[in-house]
């Protein structure tokens, strides 16, 4: 089924989606196909703001902050999807910062997922990480994207648990 989804925000609005009283869990879980997601700000989820784990769907115009791990992960063989102007920053795991990325397609994503003018700032560890595990023959393209600051809290000061890598593309651990 190739029927596209749409989840858009009303024309000249941004909804917030505030995640602040969950208890466990991802903020969105974007678990199937074909959607098309626009114009949402996702903040204060327990786990990451938004987990791309599906297929071909589009991420568009959506900011995601100071959730307590990743910004937008794509993970569990997430393949073909687009991430289009999309912004994430201040993203920090407590206790001590080492795993919030600004976005993720790691460990077991899949391939030909696309970042088009994406930035990522201030997250407590790295801003891009393609950090794979198992995988093989997985390609991810980055256009026009931007990162600076990763690995400093909000208030400039350092984080000495996080790497700080702008963009950490690639590698992984034995398997693969």
């Not at 024309?11 to 626009?38: C, M």
């Not at 991420?59 to 990743?70: G, M």
Request: charge should be negative; charged fraction near 15%; hydrophobic fraction near 30%.
């Amino acid at each position: 089924n190739s029927t596209r989804y749409y989840l858009f925000a009303f024309p000249g609005e941004r909804p917030v989606l505030d995640f602040a009283t969950q208890t466990s869990s991802d903020g969105i879980k974007l678990n199937g196909a074909y959607w098309h997601v626009y114009g949402l700000e996702i903040k204060n989820s327990t786990h990451n703001g938004i987990a791309v784990n599906g297929s071909n769907n589009i991420v568009e115009f959506c900011s995601t902050h100071d959730n307590k791990n990743t910004g937008l992960q794509l993970g569990n063989g997430a393949s073909n999807n687009k991430i289009i102007n999309c912004d994430s920053y201040f993203n920090f795991d407590p206790p001590l910062g080492g795993n919030a990325d600004g976005f993720a397609p790691k460990l077991d994503v899949g391939t030909g997922n696309y970042f088009y003018g994406c930035r990522a700032w201030q997250n407590s560890d790295d801003g891009w990480d393609g950090y794979l595990r198992p995988a093989e023959n997985v390609t991810t393209t980055l256009e026009n994207c931007w990162v600076f600051m990763n690995g400093y809290l909000k208030d400039n000061n350092p984080i000495t648990s996080g790497n700080g890598n702008g963009f950490k593309l690639g590698g992984g651990d034995n398997t693969n």
